[in-house]
C-alpha cells in the first residue's frame, strides 16, 4: 500500500522567510503527487500537482514543489513566506493505477512576524 | 459557481446514536469522496461513490455507509456512535474518477459525546 510521509508535523518560520516543507512517499512505477493547504476551519484547496512532464512545478500563492523521482520526494517551497500563509498543509498522491489519493498527516505551518 | 455544500457544519452526538452527513457536490461532478479528519491522524479515506455507486471503501467497520442520489448528492451514515468518531468529515468532489480534480467542502464537525 503506499505511504505518505510529512517528516515535520510543525514547521515555525519567520515572516518573510523561506520554508520548505517535506513529503515522500513509498515507491511506485507511476505517481501523481499533489499538496494542499488547510486554513482553520475549512476544507483543503489544492495548491499544486504534478500529473507529468516539468518536475518543477509552481502553484498558487508562490509556491512551488519539484519532483525527484530517484528520492521519492515532493518538497513544498515559498521563498518568502507571509503571516497568512500559516495553516496545515497536506502532501497526497496517487500511484499509477489508483484513483483513491493518500493523504500524509499535515505539516503545521506557522508564520510568526 | 458553488463549490462542494456539506450539512450540517457541526453536529453533537450521544454515543450509540445514529449520524447522517449530506453533501452535494459541484455541478458536473459525478464521484464524491469522502474523508475522516481525525486530530493528529490526517485525511483517511472512507467511500467514494461514483454514478450512483460504491466503486471503492477505505478501512472502516459496516457501521459507516453512505449513498449517492440521482443528483449525485451523496449521505454519509454513522451507525451506532463510537467516542473516537468524533472528527471533521470532509467531502470531496471530481468531474470524473480521476483524483485529481478533486474540490472539498469545508466540511462537517461531528462531536460524539
Known amino acids: 500500500a503506499q505511504s505518505v510521509t510529512q517528516l515535520d508535523s510543525q514547521v515555525p518560520v519567520f515572516e518573510e522567510a523561506p520554508v520548505e516543507l517535506r513529503c515522500n512517499y513509498s515507491?511506485?512505477?507511476?505517481?501523481?503527487l499533489f499538496w494542499y493547504v488547510q486554513y482553520p476551519n475549512q476544507g483543503l484547496q489544492l495548491l499544486l500537482k504534478y500529473l507529468s512532464g516539468s518536475t518543477l512545478v509552481k502553484g498558487i500563492n508562490g509556491f512551488e514543489a519539484e519532483f525527484n523521482k530517484s528520492q521519492t520526494s515532493f518538497h513544498l517551497r515559498k521563498p518568502s513566506v507571509h503571516i497568512s500563509d500559516t495553516a496545515e498543509y497536506f502532501c497526497?498522491?496517487?500511484?499509477?493505477?489508483?484513483?483513491?489519493?493518500?493523504f500524509g498527516r499535515g505539516t503545521s505551518l506557522i508564520v510568526h512576524p | 459557481e458553488a463549490g462542494v455544500t456539506q450539512s450540517p457544519t457541526h453536529l453533537i452526538k450521544t454515543r450509540g446514536q445514529q449520524a447522517t452527513l449530506r453533501c452535494s457536490p459541484i455541478?458536473?461532478?459525478?464521484?464524491v469522496y469522502w474523508y475522516q479528519q481525525a486530530l493528529g491522524l490526517g485525511l483517511q479515506f472512507l467511500l467514494w461513490y461514483d454514478e450512483g455507486e460504491e466503486r471503492n471503501r477505505g478501512n472502516f467497520p459496516p457501521r459507516f455507509s453512505g449513498r449517492q442520489f440521482p443528483n449525485y448528492s451523496s449521505e454519509l451514515n454513522v451507525n451506532a456512535l463510537e467516542l473516537e468518531d468524533s472528527a471533521l468529515y470532509l467531502c470531496a468532489s471530481s468531474p470524473g474518477t480521476q483524483g485529481w480534480g478533486y474540490t472539498f467542502g469545508s466540511g462537517t464537525r461531528l462531536t460524539v459525546v
Open positions: 497526497a498522491v496517487i500511484p499509477g493505477g489508483s484513483y483513491i489519493p493518500t
Open positions: 515507491s511506485s512505477v507511476s505517481v501523481y
Open positions: 455541478s458536473g461532478h459525478t464521484s
